[in-house]
């Protein structure tokens, strides 16, 4: 396993669509571990393949319920919404307000291959969400109602 450098803001390859994984290998299963430790080492609930810059369909997420591995994630079902502050590992010292579903169920493969669905709710639905949108080089700040302050965030 090795930690991998995050992209930040700027990069093209945040901006780009990722294709979907055909065939999980060793290098896939690599990628999860490499993406798993550098969210784990930046102190992120969620990671990205593009912010890793492999336009693949992969994600990790741990919301402090234990490690997700998530490859060709889509989202089947959303109800309700909720309003919660972001930011991202890509765009570091930035916060602010997004509207996201309050529930969501999600449809991926695991690291074996395996079909699995999450339901997530609060700050796992935020997760879900935001990192489904790196897959299609979308970032939060582009879904933001309200940025927040620094003082603010440090006043909550």
């Known amino acids: 396993m090795a ?3 995050i992209r930040e803001e700027g990069d093209e390859v945040l901006r780009k669509k990722s294709k979907e994984v055909d065939v999980i290998d060793d290098k896939i299963k690599t990628l999860l571990s490499d993406m798993a430790e550098t969210m784990y080492a930046a102190n992120g609930v969620g990671l990205a393949a593009p912010q890793v810059g492999i336009l693949k369909r992969v994600v990790v997420i ?3 319920e234990g490690l997700m591995e998530l490859i060709n994630p889509v989202i089947v079902k959303q109800e ?3 309003t919660e502050v972001e930011g991202c590992l890509s765009i570091p010292g930035v916060a602010g307000e997004v509207k996201r579903p309050a529930k969501v169920l999600v449809e991926a493969l695991n690291r074996d291959g395996e079909k699995i669905k999450v339901e997530g ?3 796992l639905a ?3 969400c935001h990192e489904i949108d790196h897959l299609d080089g979308i970032l939060f700040i582009d879904k ?3 940025f927040i302050d620094r003082n603010e ?3 909550e």
């Open 3 to 5: 930690i991998r450098i």
């Open 62 to 64: 741990d919301v402090g």
């Open 80 to 82: 309700g919404e909720q």
């Open 121 to 123: 709710q609060g700050l």
């Open 126 to 128: 935020v997760a879900l």
């Open 144 to 146: 933001v109602i309200r």
């Open 153 to 155: 965030k440090d006043n």
